[in-house]
Each structure stands twice: as C-alpha cells, then as structure tokens.
C-alpha cells in the first residue's frame, strides 16, 4: 500500500516511514524542508513541495497512486505559536485544507493525524482521557483542534475516515542509530540536556519554578518516538480494518513520567540520570513569565492512551535508556 507522508523529513514523521517500511508499506513523503531535512528520507521518495500547492499535492496522490495519508506537516512550536498566530493557522489550517482538497480529488479516503494534547489546554483532572473538553490556550493547540473538528465534519459527510493521535513530548532516537532530533531551533529537553553533557551549551535551562510539584519544577510525560511511529501505523492499520473515526490518546504505557527534580543547581534532572556518571551537567532553574507559561502546558501533563495501549504489543516498547544511548552516539 503506497502512503503519503506529510512533514516525512521531521522527526516523528522520518521516523513513522521508517517504520511503515517495517510494516510493508511504501512511504511517500511530501515535505518543505523548512525544518525537516532531506537526508532523513531514506525509505522512499521525496517530492519537496508546500502543501499550500495544491496542484503538486493532487499530482502526487495520483501519480504515486496514494491510498492513505498520514499527515504531520506544520508548525509546532507552542511560544512562537503565541508570537506569530497568523503563521500558525496559515501553515497549519490551510495546509490541511489543501491536503484534504487534494484528497477528496483524488478519492483517497483515509487520514491519520497528527495532533496533540494542546488541544485540551488546562486540564479539569489528570490523567487527560479523550472525553475530556478541548480548551487551547495556544495558537498551536487552537489551529491542531481546527483541523479535528474539519476532519469531524468531513466524517460525518462521509468524505473520509479519520484517526486523530494526541500526544505530548515526543522523546528518543531510533535504536538502529540511523535517525535522531535535528531542530534548528532546539526546545526539547533530552537534546538540550545531552548538548549539555556535549559541552555543546554552557548549561540546560529548566524554566518555571511555582508549579503545584514538591521542588516547584514541571512533570512532563514522554512517548519513544518509536512508539509514535508505532501508533500512527496502528491508527492506519484500526481504520483498514474498518473502525470508525475518532481521536486517540497516543501517550506514554510503559515509558515512567520523569520529573524534572531540582534541589541544587547542579542535580540532574531525571531523563538525563544516565549520563550523570561522565557527563555532570550544570543546571540553571528561573522562573517564568505568566505570558510564557500560558504558552506552555499544564504542570501535569499526565495523559492516558486508552485504545492505543491495546493495540502496541508490549515487545515493541522502546528503552529510553538504550535510545538515549544511540542519540549521544549520533550527536557525538
């Protein structure tokens, strides 16, 4: 089956071709390279195109007789969401809009996509489950919950079948070391710690400091970003099978959730203890700007993954550690 990969050069999306591969798939990716990167698409072709070009998408679907998309094009960044919301809806809404245009054109009727736990804003409890209220408080979870309430109406038209995967923190590196992280503009926390330990920056920053937590720091749930991978193909494999569309926790099952623990300036935070032994890490906690934390989320960012957990065999979990491991032979 020939599946189109939107954004397939980025992190998660090179990884899920990779993994379609694996599951006997024939990946095709469309991406700008605005931020992903040509040497990423290793497992089938890649036409570099915006989405916005609706014509190179229709003939891309039909050329490559494309029978599913699984859809991560976009912007991601939830602080510059905040800064350049126009962006944001542009490239994010109207991309879709083109991509499900371009669809419809070319009879292509099954869509996994990407989206995120932003789109529920401030939690009423935790764990997040899907029945609970989407209420963004960013432009980025804004323009992702746009997009589900277009694939929502499509599906209630008949137009196509959806799966929606929300999900925070996505973490790791392939175990076969041939893909990693590589943002130009780095904001996650394991690059950013083990750049650190690299000598790479003088110290990881670790902002926030009044979070409801016993050292004031965030707790943040992470997904192996294999495991990713690994649901997306679930969801497209759920809709093969004829099951209906709807939206998914796709969060961590047996990957812990790591605090970020602080009590001297030069602890290490958990996700990083591994590297403790030869790679002390300084660390500098500050306090954050309301503005700046209402662009973040919530400081229990817990969420549950409730059909997905059922559908990831327990061997093909990922050990954060042994990924971690692979990532700091890749930077290094």
């Not at 890649?46 to 039909?62: C, E, F, G, P, Q």
């Not at 929606?164 to 590589?182: H, K, S, T």
Request: hydrophobic share 40%.
């Amino acid at each position: 089956m020939n599946v189109l990969v939107t954004g397939g050069a980025g992190y998660i999306g090179s990884h899920t071709a990779k993994a379609l591969v694996s599951s006997h798939y024939r990946p095709i990716v469309i991406d700008d390279l605005s931020t992903g990167h040509a040497h990423n698409v290793k497992w089938g072709p890649l036409v570099r195109a915006s989405l916005s070009d609706i014509a190179v998408v229709r003939r891309v679907l039909k050329e490559h007789k494309i029978e599913a998309v699984v859809h991560f094009a976009g912007s991601a960044l939830v602080a510059d969401s905040v800064a350049r919301p126009l962006s944001y809806f542009q490239n994010n809404v109207g991309g879709t809009l083109s991509l499900l245009e371009a669809m419809l054109d070319a009879g292509v009727k099954d869509i996994v996509f990407s989206s995120t736990c932003a789109t529920y804003g401030l939690p009423l409890s935790v764990p997040i489950t899907e029945d609970q209220p989407r209420n963004p408080i960013n432009p980025y979870g804004d323009s992702k919950l746009v997009i589900e309430r277009m694939l929502e109406w499509m599906g209630l038209a008949r137009q196509l079948r959806w799966v929606a995967l929300r999900y925070f923190n996505a973490a790791g590196a392939d175990l076969d070391g041939e893909l990693g992280e590589e943002h130009q503009h780095e904001t996650h926390l394991i690059p950013l710690a083990i750049g650190a330990a690299l000598k790479q920056r003088e110290r990881l920053q670790i902002f926030g400091t009044d979070y409801p937590t016993p050292d004031g720091t965030a707790i943040r749930d992470y997904i192996h970003v294999t495991d990713l991978a690994s649901a997306h193909i679930c969801a497209l494999q759920y809709l093969h099978r004829g099951g209906e569309s709807r939206a998914i926790q796709a969060c961590r099952h047996r990957l812990p959730r790591f605090p970020l623990k602080n009590t001297t300036n030069e602890k290490l935070c958990a996700p990083t203890a591994k590297l403790s032994s030869t790679c002390p890490i300084l660390f500098e906690v500050t306090s954050a700007h309301l503005s700046l934390r209402l662009a973040d989320e919530s400081a229990h960012a817990n969420t549950i993954h409730s059909a997905v957990r059922r559908h990831l065999p327990d061997d093909e979990l990922a050990d954060l550690a042994s990924a971690l491991a692979r990532f700091i032979r890749i930077e290094h």
